[in-house]
């Protein structure tokens, strides 16, 4: 904004000694300045917002996730025991049943 006033005031002088006419800044257009700064700043801060809630949400699902992983990884570890102690009782049942064949067989 200083920079815009600075140039405008150059170019007023400069008219000045080419025709002769006076330009003036009038402070409704600093006014107007600020209202535009402020316009966008509440846009952008809008923006940051929503993006920091969507970050956040994102953490707590993926921490919900987390946990929700760690108790499937313990229940599928309980199966896995439980299905090793059914297979042992199946193979040792088929060798029996073998046994039994053949006996049956001969």
Same mark, same amino acid.
Request: glycine share 2%; hydrophobic share 35%.
């Given at each position: ?7 405008? =005031?150059? !170019?007023? /002088?400069?008219?000045?000694?080419? %025709?002769?006419?006076? /330009? ?6 600093? +006014?107007? +300045?600020?209202? !535009?700064?402020?316009?966008? +700043?509440? #846009?952008? #801060?809008?923006? +940051?917002? #929503?993006?920091?809630?969507?970050? %956040? =949400? ?7 996730? $987390?946990? $929700?992983? &760690? ?7 309980? #199966?896995?025991?439980?299905? %090793? !102690?059914? *297979? =042992?009782? &199946? ?9 039994? *064949? &053949?006996?049956?067989? /001969?």
């Amino acid at each position: 904004m200083p920079y815009s006033f600075k140039f405008v =005031n150059e !170019l007023s /002088v400069k008219m000045y000694d080419e %025709e002769k006419r006076y /330009v003036y800044t009038t402070p409704k257009s600093f +006014l107007e +300045l600020i209202k !535009l700064y402020i316009t966008m +700043l509440s #846009k952008k #801060k809008d923006m +940051l917002e #929503k993006s920091k809630e969507r970050y %956040e =949400n994102g953490v707590i699902k993926l921490k919900q996730t $987390q946990e $929700q992983v &760690a108790i499937i990884e313990v229940e599928v570890k309980e #199966k896995q025991i439980e299905a %090793e !102690l059914k *297979k =042992n009782e &199946a193979d040792s049942f088929a060798e029996i049943v073998g046994k039994e *064949k &053949a006996i049956v067989e /001969v």
